[in-house]
């Protein structure tokens, strides 16, 4: 609901749509209509736009996008056009957020004032859009192109002060804000002067074929593949080279564009994916979650240390706990290095970073972990070290502990098993680097308890992770579909790719690298390592490609020992291809008696990642995920999916399952039973049906 209220002179129109005072239909209709009363009113001199609660306005509500409600009139063009056409000023107070369409709406307002806390952003680029409502013409003209475009372009908010410096706000109220308002507004009553909006104010910039070009290079090189931050440079372009009107309707038709567009439509639906992930199904009910105040850490070697730096981060003191003293200075002097670079690049002040220092405390004894409420180990990914630790967890750590594995791929089920309290035993799996990667896979095993998935899940947001709830087999999500994936990407080599054109091949689908770039990057003893695990389980009749191991034979571990798939010149990452490796690979297709010929991009990208949407939905169909959009959830946050195509399980639903379906079957019959299809899948497609649809 909206109010609009009078006070002496100047209407007072209230935004009042909870939770966040979205742009929805009625709100725009009833703004409409206050404007229109406050116009024909004689004694009214000027209108105060504001909003109630906390928040001035979050935009337009992402639901009602593609739906007949987001452009019924009064739409939010004719509603700005409106506002800024009227001859009384209107004065948007900002107290709160302005994001989107709030903020556009707060534009098309010939003055702004903002309190303390107010925060303005067009938010739009990350979802895959542009600001659809005069964002890209109006704030150029505000500010100027340069810091607009920063703006438009980047997404993210700026502050009050920020605002008033940059010329967005006009003036910064302390105090009793609708006080402030009134009074400002009562000031512009009396100036005679055309008011702001009235005026050009596009800054112009000396060579603007220069600027736009730069800023073209830098979206294209660090926003790869998305299409948005192109728009909205084009649309700021148009803003300096087209009259306003003009201007406005080549960004409304961008906008409709992106709208419709696959890239748009796969953010919002990890975005929407990401929210969807927090939510647990099959708790028995809503379930109290343990405290969780100190946390442990069990081995300070890659991740461990990263995962302390992660508790440490949200301020939780961390116990971090290795065999021997000099691997625990190691572990310790590793954070002390992590942090002191973010403070070199000044994003964490040097008091921080003491402070943060001060909360890891390191120990060689498991009995420092008796006051822990959470431990997590981060030891050797070897099942009877792992046994072997958590049994002395089990006799250290109190009554009602969680004890967490940051295992890979082990089974949580036989590491709850060598404790007496299974219950409390549940995965953590961070990604590497731990302190970075904003996804946590949680692993829930066959007995552990209801709260303590909640308590993961919740923990999971509190220390600013993605925590997506998965079920106990050989790697989880993620890393059980990378199993297939790699194993494509290997036979692909066989079979006459290049190394190299493999990975650029899958680079230039959208993976932030390709698959031998990045196991070089992990190191080809993990690899080596899960292998030799599944060596027992594997049908002697299928086909084994043994590239990998004879690399790790030749002592090749990757990017550590400077080679692996490619080689590397010291202290380098850049990856060089290495002839003698093309040799061994053609030395091993030769003597399993593999064809080699000419391989296509087209085949290398569906050969891989149709592996991981079969396995996707082996994993779907098990419930080792709960929903399909969890699984596209690991796989872009985890694993370098490309967001702009949403996940592989989004992916095979843009491209049409029926689609992925004939061709799984096509590479069945040539390649034999890797590729039979997975029940679900077929199911789907042949109802003609999306993994989004179940
Ligand atoms: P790492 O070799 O870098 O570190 C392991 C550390 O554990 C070493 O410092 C070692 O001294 C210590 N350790 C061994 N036994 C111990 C014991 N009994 N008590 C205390 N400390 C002990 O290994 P990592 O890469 O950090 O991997 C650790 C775990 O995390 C493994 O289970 C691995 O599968 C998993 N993991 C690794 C990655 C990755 O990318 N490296 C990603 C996710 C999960």
Not at 229 to 240: G, M, N, R, Y
Not at 247 to 273: D, P, V, W, Y
Not at 668 to 677: D, K, L, Q
Request: one cysteine or more; aromatic letters at 6%.
């Amino acid at each position: 609901m909206l109010v609009s209220e009078h006070d002496g002179a100047v209407a007072v129109i209230r935004l009042d749509n909870p939770p966040v005072n979205g742009l929805s239909h009625h709100v725009r209709e009833t703004i409409f209509a206050g404007i229109e009363a406050a116009l024909g009113n004689p004694e009214i001199k000027a209108i105060v736009l504001t909003g109630a609660g906390k928040i001035f306005c979050g935009g337009a509500d992402l639901r009602q996008f593609n739906t007949p409600a987001a452009s019924a009139e009064p739409s939010l063009q004719l509603l700005t056009e409106r506002m800024e056409a009227s001859a009384k000023p209107i004065i948007a107070a900002i107290d709160g957020v302005a994001y989107g369409g709030g903020f556009e709406l707060a534009l098309a307002c010939h003055y702004r004032v903002v309190s303390p806390r107010a925060q303005v952003a067009l938010p739009e680029v990350k979802l895959g859009l542009i600001p659809g409502c005069g964002g890209t013409q109006r704030l150029p003209r505000l500010i100027g192109v340069a810091p607009a475009l920063q703006m438009i372009v980047g997404g993210d908010p700026v502050d009050a002060a920020k605002a008033v410096q940059l010329g967005i706000a006009d003036d910064l109220i302390e105090g009793d804000f609708l006080a402030g308002a009134l009074a400002f507004a009562e000031r512009m009553t009396a100036v005679t002067a055309p008011h702001p909006i009235d005026i050009e104010r596009t800054a112009m910039i000396a060579d603007s074929q220069d600027f736009f070009s730069t800023a073209r290079a830098k979206a294209a090189k660090e926003k790869r593949g998305f299409p948005a931050p192109l728009e909205c440079i084009a649309c700021v372009e148009a803003a300096v080279n087209l009259p306003r009107q003009e201007g406005l309707a080549f960004e409304r038709q961008r906008f409709i564009a992106l709208l419709n567009g696959t890239e748009s439509k796969a953010l919002r639906h990890l975005f929407f994916a990401e929210r969807e992930a927090a939510k647990i199904t099959g708790l028995s009910s809503p379930q109290e979650t343990r405290p969780i105040t100190r946390v442990g850490v069990l081995g300070a070697g890659t991740m461990g240390a990263g995962i302390a730096m992660c508790f440490a981060n949200a301020d939780i003191p961390v116990t971090l706990m290795e065999v021997q003293q000099e691997a625990l200075d190691r572990g310790l002097a590793l954070i002390r290095k992590n942090y002191a670079t973010t403070v070199s690049k000044g994003k964490l002040s040097q008091e921080k970073m003491e402070h943060r220092l001060g909360l890891i405390e390191g120990t060689l004894k498991y009995e420092a972990f008796s006051s822990a409420d959470l431990v997590i180990e981060a030891v050797f990914e070897d099942m009877k070290v792992k046994k072997e630790v958590f049994g002395r967890l089990d006799q250290v750590c109190k009554a009602g502990a969680i004890l967490a594995s940051n295992t890979s791929r082990l089974d949580i089920n036989e590491i709850a098993g060598s404790t007496s309290r299974p219950g409390d035993v549940i995965g953590l799996h961070f990604f590497s680097p731990a302190n970075v990667m904003r996804l946590l896979e949680v692993v829930r095993g066959a007995k552990t308890a209801d709260d303590v998935v909640a308590t993961a899940m919740q923990l999971a947001k509190s220390i600013n992770k993605i925590g997506v709830l998965v079920g106990v087999c050989d790697g989880f999500v993620g890393n059980r579909m990378l199993t297939p994936y790699s194993r494509e990407a290997n036979f692909l080599i066989e079979e006459g790719a290049s190394v190299l054109q493999v990975d650029q091949a899958l680079y230039d689908f959208g993976m932030a690298m390709g698959p031998f770039a990045m196991a070089d990057m992990a190191g080809l003893d993990i690899g080596r390592a899960a292998r030799l695990r599944q060596a027992a389980t594997r049908p002697a009749h299928l086909r084994y490609s043994r590239v990998a191991d004879q690399i790790c034979d030749m002592g090749r571990f990757g990017q550590k020992t400077s080679a692996g798939f490619y080689r590397y010149e010291t202290s380098s990452r850049i990856p060089i291809p290495d002839p003698e490796i093309e040799a061994l690979i053609e030395r091993c297709a030769r003597e399993d008696n593999i064809q080699r010929g000419p391989v296509s991009s087209e085949e290398i990208v569906q050969r891989t990642i149709y592996a991981l949407i079969n396995e996707g939905a082996r994993i779907l169909e098990e419930e080792i995920a709960q929903r399909s959009s969890d699984i596209d959830t690991v796989y872009v946050n985890g694993y370098g999916f490309p967001a702009y195509r949403g996940g592989p399980m989004f992916y095979a639903d843009s491209i049409g399952l029926d689609k992925v379906y004939a061709r799984i079957c096509e590479f069945h019959r040539r390649h034999g039973e890797y590729w039979e299809p997975a029940p679900l899948l077929e199911r789907l497609a042949k109802e003609g049906k999306r993994f989004s649809s179940i």
